[in-house]
Antibody
Framework: QVQLTESGPGLVHPSETLSLTCTVS????????VYWVRQPSGKGLEWMGR???????SYNSALKSRLSISRDTSKNQVFLKMNSLQTDDTGTYYC????????WGQGVMVTVSS | DIQMTQSPSSMSASLGDRVTITCQAS??????LIWFQQKPGKSPRPMIY???NLANGVPSRFSGSRSGSDYSLTISSLESEDMADYHC?????????FGSGTKLEIK
């Protein structure tokens, strides 16, 4: 069955780089896009960017200068890297399968704090 | 970028009430809109696709409609399990953009 699982550090210090991994199963990264969505605590959802099935990427305009999304199709993994983290980057980070947004990971909570 | 203005930000309603949540798009998005339900500590669940199409397994008391650039999610008769946050998402144009969310509480 289709599954997505996010992993990464729970705590990141201000100005450091966040690295998250989305490991997928039940579908191929060359057949479906994967999106990253985040949610600051107690706030709404924010689309961050996508890894398209053909390897292309798109990014949220507000995050583009800090954000990079890549993948390793042999490991069924999509990676998110975002630099210069600040406290307002604290929140839950999700990956979701593109298209119908019908499959999501459970989310990973990231706290930015010194 | 397309802005999605969602209202209200929060609301409280009684069981059995008819509830409507709205998103207004700043540009033409056609019917390229999804409504999500999100319960505390859970990932979002798509409820309505293409502005008006009910997702599989979603109760028929939920419906979606469009009037020009205004998109609505309606619950015809509120049930306790509907207490959640609701979000709209436009996927007409990248970057994709969500509304700011609506917190629905039961009186």
């Amino acid at each position: 069955q289709v599954q997505l699982t996010e992993s990464g550090p729970g705590l990141v210090h201000p100005s450091e780089t966040l690295s998250l991994t989305c490991t997928v199963s039940g579908f191929s990264l060359t057949g479906y896009s994967v999106y990253w969505v985040r949610q600051p605590s107690g706030k709404g959802l924010e689309w961050m960017g996508r890894m398209r099935y053909n390897g292309d990427t798109s990014y949220n305009s507000a995050l583009k200068s800090r954000l990079s999304i890549s993948r390793d199709t042999s490991k069924n993994q999509v990676f998110l890297k975002m630099n210069s983290l600040q406290t307002d980057d604290t929140g839950t980070y999700y990956c979701t399968r593109g298209g119908r947004f019908d499959y999501w990971g459970q989310g990973v909570m990231v706290t930015v704090s010194s | 970028d397309i802005q999605m203005t969602q209202s209200p930000s929060s609301m409280s309603a009684s069981l059995g009430d008819r509830v409507t949540i709205t998103c207004q798009a700043s540009q033409d998005i056609g019917n390229n809109l999804i409504w999500f339900q999100q319960k505390p500590g859970k990932s979002p669940r798509p409820m309505i696709y293409y502005a008006t199409n009910l997702a599989n397994g979603v109760p028929s008391r939920f419906s979606g409609s469009r009037s020009g650039s205004d998109y609505s999610l309606t619950i015809s008769s509120l049930e306790s399990e509907d207490m959640a946050d609701y979000h709209c998402l436009q996927y007409k144009q990248y970057p994709l953009t969500f509304g700011s969310g609506t917190k629905l509480e039961i009186k």
